[in-house]
């Protein structure tokens, strides 16, 4: 398994990538949809962010902290958990969640707002990374598709997220060039 400190790093140079990617962008671009099921750029880094700072950090901290709602001793990784983390990466298709107002992330405000959102979880990663070292490994948060997984795991699970949707960001890019948005 990866270390945090590799992960961290790779993790800053996916952030550096999203902006880049975002700066030419006009905000048109960032909001065009292939289709009504189908997320925008827009939409795709507002999910990263919020997914960053609501699900996994938030996990992160509950393993660190032994909350009540970690799991000692008795969480299991799934088979899609074990094959992820051996892999280090998700696998290579498009996951597709039903459209729900609980899970759809809304369209950007504007390009600031997405940049900002991805400097903040870079600054967040930096400040909880070191911290790591000391989070007990038997405690866990379960996810739904990969079980029980402890600090380290749930820190790793954002890189791999983050590195995920490029492949969904490459889709978008070429959905813009065909409509010519």
Not at 58 to 77: F, H, I, P, W, Y
Not at 139 to 149: D, E, I
Not at 169 to 179: A, G, I, P, T, Y
Request: charged share 25%.
């Amino acid at each position: 398994m990866r270390s945090t400190t590799e992960a961290l790093r790779a993790f800053e140079k996916s952030v550096e990538r999203y902006i880049d990617e975002l700066t030419p962008f006009s905000m048109e671009q960032l909001l065009a949809k292939p289709s009504e099921e189908e997320w925008s750029i827009g939409q795709m880094v507002v999910h990263l962010i919020r997914s960053a700072n609501n699900l996994h950090l938030r996990n992160v901290d509950q393993c660190m902290a032994g909350s009540e709602a970690v799991l000692v001793g008795t969480g299991v990784k799934s088979e899609n958990g074990k094959a992820a983390f051996e892999l280090g990466s998700f696998p290579p298709i498009r996951i597709r969640v039903p459209a729900s107002p609980h899970y759809t992330p809304e369209q950007p405000d504007n390009k600031e707002q997405l940049i900002e959102g991805l400097r903040e979880v870079a600054e967040r990663m930096k400040l909880t990374e070191p911290a790591l070292i000391q989070a007990p490994r038997e405690n866990t948060v379960p996810h739904p598709n990969f079980g029980a997984l402890n600090a380290a795991e749930w820190f790793l699970l954002i890189e791999m997220h983050y590195r995920h949707h490029f492949l969904q960001l490459e889709r978008l890019k070429l959905f813009l060039e065909d409509v010519h948005v």
